[in-house]
């Protein structure tokens, strides 16, 4: 992603650092990579909204017939805002959750949203609403995980799904319940590693095609998300090729164990948007710490985010590319911690998952520089928080040709206090 030094300067004096910036182009190419991979008869791909839920994307995904895997009530109601349909037939939105919380029950009855339910204690939920529609159950296959260890998307230490083994007194339980099965669901996450998704997704079908048999009104079946994205190496590709022929070999062998058309479904989130938004921050001021018996010392870049705005490095220790805005090509000019401004030692971007600092190579950085924090775009916005009450950083859409657009402004005071009442309760 390249957007011109002066280009971000223009939109740093419009509406301050930090902000977010999305590459249309970019999402765009993401969007027609999974349109391409689920380019085949019974195949559909949606969108783990999680990743990234501004109505922009939404609509984007909307326009190219992309569904959508919604966990919370307000998720389902920021994609029927955005345009996707409400209703079962098809589902177009689906609501995956362990647990139904705040407006969830309600807004998943009042728009006929088909629930994928990943504990068995949702179908009491349900049944005592007296819904007796269709549900998916998620499943826990027993194996698989995410892009880091604290991302534990199967195994016995998930808490997500349905143990596998408890899946047909399960769906006993549904049809006890006057519901019925219609999708098997299941999210092994990416793994680091392309092989280990490959190796994954051809384990599930497997297993679903053995159990298929036993559930007559099973219309679908979901492999979940988790195609990966490099986010060391900007030129690194998904062998999307390999990974259709999967997904086209997976379903036929799943339409022959159940000896009926059925629909095959992905709903990758990270892929989609991680390389089409950049946090851009500004340099505040360059500082340094000397060596003495505790360690060594190091020289800081601080900066004007922090983990309020992108969690992923504190919390995962997650890799993201640093750029010095302008100085793309420049060569290395030293090691630098690039810090935040947030009362929390651990307010770090370049750290590891052990919670150590890893000093990244950049080159000569001075304050008032921009920095690009790349591939921010999953799970960057979409976590960010008001700790420290700093209220979020604005989104700006580039459009392809260079247009522009504020999506979202910076939160102020007001907005943070909104919720802030004083009610008697009693
Ligand atoms: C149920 C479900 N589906 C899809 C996804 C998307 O995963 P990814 O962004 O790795 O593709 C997630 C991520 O947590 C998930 O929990």
Not at 94 to 101: H, K, Q
Not at 343 to 358: H, K, M, N, Q, W
Not at 374 to 382: E, F, I, L, N
Request: overall charge negative.
């Amino acid at each position: 992603m390249s957007h011109a030094l002066e280009e971000l300067r223009r939109i740093a004096e419009k509406v301050g650092t930090p902000f977010w910036i999305y590459d249309a182009e970019v999402i765009r190419q993401r969007i027609a990579d999974v349109r391409y991979l689920t380019d085949g008869e019974g195949l559909q791909a949606r969108f783990a909204m999680k990743a990234c839920p501004a109505t922009r994307v939404l609509r984007e995904m909307q326009r190219a017939g992309i569904w959508i895997d919604a966990v919370s009530g307000n998720e389902v109601l920021r994609a029927l805002g955005a345009g996707h349909a409400a209703g079962n037939r098809p589902p177009v939105v689906c609501f995956t959750a362990d647990v139904f919380r705040d407006n969830a029950l309600r807004v998943v009855l009042e728009n006929g949203i088909l629930p994928n339910i990943g504990s068995a204690g949702m179908i009491r939920d349900l049944a005592q609403a007296g819904y007796r529609g269709p549900v998916s159950i998620r499943v826990n296959p027993g194996f698989g995980h995410g892009h880091v260890n604290a991302c534990d998307t199967g195994g016995p230490s998930s808490k997500h799904g349905v143990w596998f083994e408890d899946l047909e007194r399960t769906a006993s339980e549904v049809e006890a319940a006057g519901m019925s099965v219609v999708m098997l669901h299941a999210h092994i996450g990416s793994g680091p590693q392309f092989e280990e998704l490959h190796d994954n997704l051809s384990r599930l079908a497997e297993e679903y095609a053995q159990l298929i048999g036993r559930f007559p009104a099973v219309e679908a079946v979901s492999l979940g998300g988790g195609i990966p994205h490099n986010y060391r190496d900007a030129h690194a590709k998904v062998p999307l090729e390999r990974l259709r022929a999967l997904f086209v070999e997976c379903r036929a062998k799943l339409v022959e164990a159940a000896g009926r058309p059925l629909r095959l479904e992905i709903e990758p989130g990270r892929y989609y948007v991680a390389p089409g938004c950049s946090l851009v921050t500004r340099v505040t001021d360059l500082k340094e710490t000397r060596s003495n018996a505790k360690g060594q010392g190091v020289r800081f870049a601080m900066v004007d985010a922090g983990f309020v705005d992108l969690v992923r490095p504190a919390m995962y220790g997650s890799y993201h590319r640093i750029e010095v805005v302008g100085k793309e090509d420049a060569p290395t000019a030293g090691e630098l911690v690039v810090a935040g401004p947030l009362c929390e030692s651990g307010d770090i971007f370049t750290r590891d998952d052990a919670e150590l600092l890893v000093p990244r190579a950049l080159p000569e950085v001075e304050a008032g520089d921009l920095l690009r924090i790349c591939d921010a775009g999953a799970y960057g916005y979409a976590m960010s928080s008001n700790y420290n009450s700093i209220g979020r950083a604005p989104q700006v859409w580039m459009e392809e040709g260079g247009r522009a657009e504020l999506i979202s402004r910076r939160e102020s005071l007001e907005d943070l206090l909104k919720a802030e009442v004083s009610e008697v309760l009693g």
